[in-house]
Nanobody
Framework: HVQLVESGGGSVQAGGSLRLSCAVS????????MGWFRQAPGKEREAVAT????????SYADSVKGRFTISQDNAKNTVYLQMNSLKPEDTAMYYC????????????WGRGTQVTVS
């Protein structure tokens, strides 16, 4: 099975940076899409960034374009989310997710890591 474990969250002042990491283990050969999602209290979970096939294409929420960068290092079985110029509205639980090529949506999720921007 697939396991995703996030790390790198914490508290940072507005304008600061954080890099989130997602360690991927288990059967990973069928995973085509990786993504970062976030959910703030009282709000719906939203997609922040996704990456396809190790970097063939990426997508970002409009709110984070130019500030966040998703990347994937298959040799290290790790997905990253570099977050720069953080804003208070970025405060949320951030989740790493994975999707098999044959699945219509993301089906594997980490437990999340908290990001707080003050």
């Amino acid at each position: 099975h697939v396991q995703l474990v996030e790390s790198g969250g914490g508290s940072v002042q507005a304008g600061g940076s954080l890099r989130l990491s997602c360690a991927v283990s288990g059967y990973t050969y069928s995973l085509t899409y990786m993504g970062w999602f976030r959910q703030a209290p009282g709000k719906e979970r939203e997609a922040v960034a996704t990456i396809y096939a190790g970097g063939i294409s990426t997508s970002y929420a409009d709110s984070v374009k130019g500030r966040f960068t998703i990347s994937q290092d298959n040799a290290k079985n790790t997905v990253y989310l570099q977050m720069n110029s953080l804003k208070p509205e970025d405060t949320a639980m951030y989740y790493c997710a994975a999707r098999q090529y044959s699945d219509p949506d993301f089906g594997y999720w980490g437990r999340g890591t908290q990001v707080t921007v003050s």
